[in-house]
């Protein structure tokens, strides 16, 4: 919080007190806030690398079920798709577990 005069002087030892007493509330109501904001962020990030995880898992089933692969190679197949398309591995996954066409 801040607070300006255009003099030097201008709040009174009164006025002072109160500013102290607005900004403690406000400052915890902020730490609350960002604290909030923060769990939040990482209950977005962990769901979707949930999401990106259980796809690769799906995908690699598919790709072993089609190619007659064993789960490490039917990933390194998956890993080694992803980087001929230069996309991330979760975007080539989803698109096997959705039945679109990859390389």
């Known amino acids: 919080m801040k607070v300006y005069s255009d003099k030097a002087g201008m709040f009174s030892a009164h006025d002072l007190r109160l500013l102290e007493m607005l900004a403690r509330p406000a400052?915890?109501?902020l730490a609350n806030l960002q604290a909030r904001d923060a769990a939040q962020r990482a209950s977005t990030l962990m769901t979707a690398a949930i999401a990106d995880?259980?796809?690769?898992?799906?995908?690699?089933?598919?790709?072993m079920e089609r190619e007659r692969l064993g789960p490490d190679e039917?990933?390194?197949r998956i890993i080694d798709l992803?980087?001929?398309e230069q996309r991330a591995l979760s975007d080539?996954?989803?698109?096997?577990?959705?039945g679109r066409p990859v390389l």
């Open 82 to 84: 992803s980087r001929l």
């Open 92 to 98: 080539t996954a989803q698109d096997i577990v959705a």
């Open 27 to 29: 400052a915890i109501m």
């Open 74 to 76: 039917a990933l390194s």
């Open 53 to 63: 995880r259980d796809a690769i898992r799906m995908a690699t089933g598919i790709i």
